[in-house]
């Protein structure tokens, strides 16, 4: 996908794949190269290819990823420098974030295991004041991460944990000022007839090992750091 403000899902796969006479089965293009443009776009950054069977990368539930993507690397991917990208192997999912008041922030995100190497998304959308952005990075499990703006955090963001299978997790922290007072919701959504069909708080705790060893619904906020722990 070239010049691309969207992003792809790590639950599609690719089976049964069949090349002929090719030089390349894979390429992610990248900065500068003749159709790629500046390759600054979201969905340039968060690309991700799951290959079922293995008849694409010849290693089954493997999946291939970009070059500087390193909220999804791991030190077993193996590198394809002809690709430009990695085969990985490891548990995947994505976070939907929608976030308002403002919405013209960028957003970005950290893996704890290398913090030199952010991902920023600016969100493929273009609203009015009143609008909300929207930004889906993908994670990977049982990991921590931390998201940070370059502005005045958000009023109102929304986590959606998307291709998530039940009993997954990750940890996140938001960066938000000292002295901030917060009001978290827990929701159950149903999307079609749409209703909320469980609302209730998320409680506040005194550390981070109770957030790692809770369900999801508490919230630690660290304020020698300014981050808001969850799980």
Known sequence: ????????????????????????R???GGRSLPGFGSYEKDGDKTQIMHDWD??????????????????????GCLEKPEWRGYV??????QL?????????????MVRDEYPDRPQTLKGPLSQGPNGIQQYQPIVM??????IHWDGRAPQQIFIYPINF????????????PRGTIFRLTYQVERRVPYAIVQDEEIQPVSGLNA?????????????????????
Not at 165 to 176: A, V
């Open 1 to 24: 996908l070239l010049s691309n403000n969207w992003q792809t899902a790590p639950k599609n796969n690719l089976t049964g794949i069949k090349f002929e006479d090719v030089q390349s």
């Open 26 to 28: 894979v390429f992610f």
């Open 54 to 75: 293995g008849s694409t990368t010849g290693h089954p539930d493997t999946y291939v990823v970009g070059q500087d993507n390193y909220l999804v690397r791991n030190p």
């Open 88 to 93: 990985c192997s490891g548990k995947y999912a």
């Open 96 to 108: 939907y974030i929608k976030a308002k008041q403002p919405n013209t922030l960028l957003m970005t």
């Open 141 to 146: 499990l049982e990991k921590s991460y931390t």
């Open 165 to 176: 299978n039940s009993g997954e997790w990750l940890r996140l922290g938001l960066c938000y």
């Open 211 to 231: 957030v790692e060893g809770g369900d999801g619904k508490v919230f630690y906020f660290e304020e020698s750091t300014g981050l808001l722990f969850l799980k």
